[in-house]
């Protein structure tokens, strides 16, 4: 819900860290900061928990510690109670206070109590040290950088390029101390690539199937508790369907949003589930020839994406949330994260269920960087919070406990899901096969035309000061025969696409474009009337 920023150190420069919070001002509303001698701190302030009171940065009432905070702690009213049982007291109602009174009376235990998605930085004072911590999937994003004398933390990379130095990712699950030499020392609290391991597996199909409805049913419960309008952003597939259709039972003041071209399965599919459940459906009809190269350097520039199938992606997300922003919309679920839980796509049932297994963890591992950077910089660089129910820790925890023969069956993808809600969804989206929505509206291969430039934008930004754009790991892996140790090997041997791979594509992407211009040419002409 927010963007934030801090230099912390005795060469903190007030020009400098205003102009990091002034890069940030489309992920809030309101900027807010404190400033003082080796502490500049500040937001750009989404309002959605307790808008008018959840000020930040926010002080302790002893004035030791101070947070910056970006995100929503979902059970935030469960640990509001606990604390004033052991004797908090609170000025306000909002998470971001019940934050850092879990903070004051847990300490560094407190990560382990929180359900949410966030991004945090906790100051003490006295010392100038800082505490870092995120989120167990990293939906919420956090870096730092290091100059002599100040260490600078921020919500996006773009934040920070401007101090030319390398810019470094707080990983998904970690959390630990800066000093104020600007040492970072880090450990993980949910260590993503062993998740589930040692738990019982789930075998049997009806115990699978509540279970499975129980933990989504309740992870989307806990994001739409709030008495703003709800998107959902829709492309007429399962994931977002069922997303569609829980979130209107829970909280019927909702909206869905759909992106593609006016006559593509996704758009027909969306408007058909929107008129059955009676919710409003704002439909953008997007063209192939309508995005131009200054959409993908748009994209490029909001995102920071460093895969090419991710920034492809963002170029056909980033006008959902422009529209969502002009509707007012400032919370919107989405479906993200389904397929990587549930078997959605084919790597997974090419190995065996070991190798499958690893390839599960490795997604999940890697989506901080992938869909979810995407989701988050496409909807905050438009103010709009985005949350993902199927990443949920209990809904993550739950699918690696289950085999792979739940996930894939009778040559359905995702069949758990789709046995699990199967009576509250109609059976053309039941039975809708994966059709990914960039794909099938052509919107994907019209990108592609710019695909040779994506490098040459992502450095004229800074970005390479993180990491360079690299090929696209799904198509490293196909290449390596789903191995996936040869894969992440052949990954760093060569990062990123040669100059006759791309010369390749954009033959392809070329001949794809030209098609529908040749049938004009030479397709039957209407009679002359």
Same mark, same amino acid.
């Given at each position: 819900?927010?963007?934030?920023?801090? #230099?912390?150190?005795?060469?903190?420069?007030?020009?400098?860290?205003?102009?990091?919070?002034?890069?940030?001002?489309?992920?809030?509303?309101?900027?807010?900061?404190?400033?003082?001698?080796?502490?500049?701190?500040?937001?750009?302030?989404?309002?959605?928990?307790?808008?008018?009171?959840?000020?930040?940065?926010?002080?302790?009432?002893?004035?030791?510690?101070?947070?910056?905070?970006?995100?929503?702690?979902?059970?935030?009213?469960?640990?509001?109670?606990?604390?004033?049982?052991?004797?908090?007291?609170?000025? +306000? &109602?909002?998470?971001?206070?019940?934050?850092?009174?879990?903070?004051?009376?847990?300490?560094?235990?407190?990560?382990?109590?929180?359900?949410?998605?966030?991004?945090?930085?906790?100051?003490?004072?006295?010392?100038?040290?800082?505490?870092?911590?995120?989120?167990?999937?990293?939906?919420?994003?956090?870096?730092? #950088?290091?100059?002599?004398?100040?260490?600078?933390?921020?919500?996006?990379?773009?934040?920070?390029?401007?101090?030319?130095?390398?810019?470094?990712?707080?990983?998904?699950?970690?959390?630990?101390?800066?000093?104020?030499?600007?040492?970072?020392?880090?450990?993980?609290?949910?260590?993503?690539?062993?998740?589930?391991?040692?738990?019982?597996?789930?075998? *049997?199909?009806?115990?699978?199937?509540?279970?499975?409805?129980?933990?989504?049913?309740?992870?989307?419960?806990?994001?739409?508790?709030?008495?703003? +309008?709800?998107?959902?952003?829709?492309?007429?597939?399962? *994931?977002?369907?069922?997303?569609?259709?829980?979130?209107?039972?829970?909280?019927?003041?909702?909206?869905?949003?759909?992106?593609?071209?006016?006559?593509?399965?996704?758009?027909?599919?969306?408007?058909?589930?929107?008129?059955?459940?009676?919710?409003?459906?704002?439909?953008? &009809?997007?063209?192939?020839?309508?995005?131009?190269? $200054?959409?993908?350097?748009?994209?490029?520039?909001?995102?920071?994406? +460093?895969?090419?199938?991710?920034?492809?992606?963002?170029?056909?997300?980033?006008?959902?949330?422009?529209?969502?922003?002009?509707?007012?919309?400032?919370?919107?679920?989405?479906?993200?994260?389904?397929?990587?839980?549930?078997?959605?796509?084919?790597?997974?049932?090419?190995?065996?269920?070991?190798? #499958?297994?690893?390839?599960?963890?490795?997604?999940?591992?890697?989506?901080?960087?992938?869909?979810?950077?995407?989701?988050?910089?496409? $909807?905050?660089?438009?103010?709009?919070?985005?949350?993902?129910?199927?990443?949920?820790?209990?809904?993550?925890?739950?699918?690696?406990?289950?085999?792979?023969?739940?996930?894939?069956?009778?040559?359905?993808?995702?069949?758990?899901?789709?046995?699990?809600?199967?009576?509250?969804?109609?059976?053309?989206?039941?039975?809708?096969?994966?059709?990914?929505?960039?794909?099938? #509206?052509?919107?994907?291969?019209?990108?592609?035309?710019?695909?040779?430039?994506?490098?040459?934008?992502?450095?004229?930004?800074?970005?390479?000061?993180?990491?360079?754009?690299?090929?696209?790991?799904?198509?490293?892996?196909?290449?390596?025969?789903?191995?996936?140790?040869? $894969?992440?090997?052949?990954?760093?041997?060569?990062?990123?696409?040669?100059?006759?791979?791309?010369?390749? *594509?954009?033959?392809?992407?070329?001949?794809?474009?030209?098609?529908?211009?040749?049938?004009?040419?030479?397709?039957?002409?209407?009679?002359?009337?």
């Amino acid at each position: 819900m927010c963007g934030i920023a801090l #230099s912390i150190g005795p060469e903190a420069d007030p020009a400098t860290f205003r102009r990091m919070l002034a890069v940030l001002a489309a992920r809030g509303e309101i900027t807010e900061t404190r400033c003082e001698n080796g502490l500049l701190a500040g937001t750009r302030r989404l309002r959605v928990v307790d808008r008018e009171r959840a000020v930040q940065p926010w002080t302790s009432a002893d004035e030791r510690w101070l947070l910056c905070f970006n995100g929503e702690i979902f059970n935030h009213r469960e640990l509001r109670a606990q604390l004033t049982r052991l004797g908090q007291e609170f000025r +306000t &109602e909002s998470d971001t206070e019940v934050l850092l009174a879990a903070f004051e009376q847990w300490g560094e235990a407190a990560v382990n109590r929180l359900r949410g998605e966030y991004a945090f930085a906790v100051v003490e004072r006295p010392t100038g040290r800082v505490y870092l911590a995120r989120d167990p999937l990293g939906v919420k994003p956090l870096y730092w #950088s290091r100059r002599p004398g100040c260490l600078h933390l921020a919500s996006e990379v773009k934040a920070l390029v401007g101090h030319g130095a390398p810019v470094v990712e707080v990983p998904p699950g970690h959390h630990g101390w800066a000093d104020p030499d600007g040492h970072v020392r880090l450990r993980p609290y949910v260590d993503l690539l062993t998740i589930g391991d040692g738990l019982p597996i789930i075998d *049997d199909p009806d115990e699978a199937a509540l279970l499975v409805r129980a933990a989504l049913s309740d992870a989307i419960r806990m994001r739409v508790e709030t008495d703003l +309008t709800v998107g959902v952003v829709l492309s007429g597939g399962l *994931d977002s369907s069922l997303t569609l259709r829980q979130v209107r039972d829970m909280h019927p003041d909702c909206v869905a949003v759909t992106v593609g071209v006016p006559d593509s399965p996704d758009v027909a599919y969306a408007r058909r589930l929107c008129a059955d459940l009676g919710v409003p459906h704002e439909v953008i &009809e997007l063209r192939p020839r309508d995005i131009r190269l $200054a959409d993908v350097r748009e994209a490029i520039r909001i995102s920071e994406l +460093t895969e090419y199938g991710d920034i492809i992606n963002a170029v056909v997300s980033v006008p959902i949330f422009r529209r969502l922003r002009d509707l007012g919309v400032k919370v919107v679920l989405t479906g993200d994260g389904s397929d990587e839980l549930f078997g959605g796509y084919p790597m997974y049932h090419r190995v065996d269920p070991v190798a #499958s297994r690893r390839l599960f963890l490795h997604r999940i591992r890697n989506l901080c960087r992938t869909e979810l950077q995407r989701v988050d910089r496409a $909807a905050m660089g438009h103010g709009v919070e985005a949350r993902v129910p199927f990443l949920d820790l209990s809904v993550v925890e739950l699918a690696m406990r289950l085999p792979l023969k739940l996930k894939l069956r009778d040559g359905q993808e995702k069949w758990i899901v789709r046995r699990a809600f199967a009576d509250v969804l109609p059976d053309y989206i039941r039975r809708r096969p994966k059709n990914p929505m960039s794909y099938s #509206s052509g919107l994907h291969e019209r990108v592609r035309l710019y695909k040779p430039l994506f490098a040459r934008l992502h450095r004229s930004f800074g970005y390479d000061l993180l990491e360079p754009v690299r090929r696209d790991f799904d198509s490293v892996l196909t290449r390596c025969g789903n191995d996936l140790d040869r $894969a992440i090997a052949d990954g760093l041997t060569r990062p990123d696409y040669t100059v006759l791979e791309h010369a390749r *594509d954009l033959v392809g992407a070329a001949r794809w474009n030209a098609a529908p211009i040749v049938r004009r040419l030479v397709g039957p002409r209407p009679p002359r009337r």
